[in-house]
């Protein structure tokens, strides 16, 4: 099998494992690893018998933060019978492996310690203390690194992640409903627009990210709960927005709490000044199949968007922007 292809089949397993941490691995990235025997090859280097070739032999995931990392794991689940294959093995991991003394010792040293002959990554790390240094101790160490297989797919995994440490803000959601002919509420008074399904869609996404913000006026107006009672997970932390408390004072305060994730849920002047400030990153746009007279107008969309997804539920639309 093409060695592109072979690659990126295991990476797309670590994505797979990876995931399983959305919500108990933070503040720490979602990472997945899988170790796998080349085909043809065993710890001597002569032909290995049929049923070891091109199989896992471990593989594991970020659990939790402050625990052992994917590598560890991955490690962990080796079976003693196959330990031997490991000098001859190749570590898929989604995110390169730390060089640092953490809550738990460095992965790096740890792959190098298991005399594997190659490692596949699937994105740098861009956190201060890694950035590269664990993938030069790899090759430092006599190990054949590939860097970058599926790495969009990787980054985009942990966004929130990559956002943080290298724009030192949270990744920040723009979500509002809207009626067919764009207004939030029915001549200034609060209306139903998302469905019983779409706003357990909702509480999904609010169970994903770490904080909420709503304006003032929303608040006052509307008494929103902003938790995950139709979903499961914890809720987001609350903050609202007033004359006091500004744009900057709260992203601020994420960056100091440790908070990677953002979802703006106020009305069309708080939305708007997220978009004036530049600070943004998704742009959630539910549309019912309902009009009104009058009432408050949506806030417009930024010109520099693509459409990231479109889904449809209950006939309500729910449109994803992006940058460009």
């Known amino acids: 099998m093409n060695q592109i292809i072979t ?20 503040p720490n990235p979602m990472v997945g690893c899988v170790i796998v025997v080349p085909q043809g090859q065993s710890a001597s280097g002569k032909a290995c018998e049929t049923e070891c070739g091109g199989r896992i032999i471990g593989e594991g995931y970020h659990i939790r933060c402050g625990e052992g990392h994917a590598e560890v794991n991955a490690f962990a689940s080796v079976r003693p019978a196959d330990e031997h294959l490991l000098p001859q093995a190749t570590v898929y991991v989604s995110l ?3 060089s640092h003394y953490g809550k738990t010792p460095p992965c790096a040293d740890l792959i190098v310690s298991k005399h594997v002959r190659r490692v596949v990554v699937g994105t740098v790390d861009p956190f201060a203390k890694v950035q590269g240094r664990g993938i030069d101790r790899l090759r430092q160490a006599g190990i054949d690194v590939t860097v970058g297989v599926l790495e969009q797919e990787c980054r985009e995994l942990n966004k929130r992640f990559f956002t943080f440490h290298q724009q030192h803000r949270p990744y920040i959601i723009l979500k509002w409903a809207q009626t067919a ?9 609060p209306l139903a627009i998302s469905t019983p ?11 994903d990210e770490d904080a909420i913000v709503v304006g003032r006026v929303t608040d006052e ?21 007033s004359k ?34 530049d600070l943004w990153d998704e742009i959630r746009v539910e549309t019912a199949p309902i009009t009104v007279k009058r009432g408050t107008e ?16 209950d006939q309500n639309v729910i449109i994803t922007y992006q940058r460009t």
């Open 181 to 189: 002919n764009g207004y939030l509420d029915d001549n200034f008074h």
């Open 244 to 277: 006091d408390y500004s744009i900057e004072q709260l992203v601020n305060d994420c960056v100091a709490g440790n908070i990677q994730s953002l979802i703006v849920e106020g009305g069309a002047k708080t939305h708007e000044s997220f978009i004036d400030a």
């Open 221 to 241: 107006r509307e008494h929103p709960a902003l938790t995950v009672r139709r979903w499961s997970g914890r809720n987001p932390r609350r903050f609202v927005l």
């Open 197 to 207: 399904f779409t706003q357990m869609l909702s509480h999904r996404l609010r169970a």
């Open 7 to 26: 690659d990126e089949k295991y990476m797309r397993r670590c994505l797979q494992l990876a995931r399983n941490g959305i919500h108990s691995a933070r």
């Open 96 to 98: 390169e492996p730390c």
């Open 298 to 313: 949506a806030c417009p969309l930024p010109p520099n968007i693509v459409v990231k997804s479109r889904e449809v539920y």
